[in-house]
């Protein structure tokens, strides 16, 4: 019986950016998935130049399902999260919403993503404290 070729990438379609493919050396597993989408745990991070300096956290496993994502230092240069990361081998993100209920686009400055980009592991945690808002409203000014 022959072997199976194995691939070290897969392709996904998505209705946003089309036909992927995708190398299996970039996906981020979220052991616990994202607050309101648990089941969800592999995702992948698109950089499309033309959305810079956002970038986009795309499910591999469901990709209709993406979320734009900012560095938080774009929004609050001394943004802490109050724990000792390696900025060698961790990037923060916020998850941001392009338009909630009143047109705003807003960041969820509370609940960053940790990224460990030797690992390939993910995790949205919360900050418990009230510095920080779910539904930080963002300007033009904090994107220049």
């Known amino acids: 019986?022959?072997?199976?070729?194995?691939?070290?990438?897969?392709k996904i379609s998505t209705k946003q950016f089309g036909e992927l493919e995708i190398d299996k050396s970039s996906i981020f597993n979220f052991k616990d998935?994202?607050?309101?989408?648990?089941?969800?745990?592999?995702?992948?991070?698109?950089?499309?130049?033309?959305?810079e300096p956002?970038?986009?956290?795309?499910?591999?496993?469901?990709?209709?399902i993406g979320f734009p994502i900012l560095s938080p230092y774009y929004i609050d240069p001394d943004y802490s999260i109050m724990q000792d990361l390696d900025p060698e081998k961790h990037v923060l993100f916020l998850i941001i919403t392009l338009q909630d209920e009143k047109g705003n686009i807003?960041?969820?400055?509370?609940?960053?993503?940790?990224?460990?980009?030797?690992?390939?592991?993910?995790?949205?945690?919360?900050?418990?404290?009230?510095?920080?808002?779910?539904?930080?409203?963002l300007n033009k000014k904090a994107m220049d």
């Open 33 to 51: 998935g994202l607050y309101g989408f648990e089941d969800l745990h592999r995702f992948i991070i698109i950089n499309e130049e033309e959305t």
């Open 106 to 137: 807003t960041a969820n400055m509370k609940a960053p993503l940790i990224l460990d980009v030797t690992d390939l592991e993910g995790k949205q945690i919360i900050i418990l404290t009230e510095k920080y808002a779910t539904d930080f409203i």
């Open 1 to 10: 019986m022959e072997d199976i070729e194995k691939t070290d990438s897969i």
């Open 54 to 64: 956002f970038k986009w956290l795309l499910a591999i496993d469901d990709p209709s």
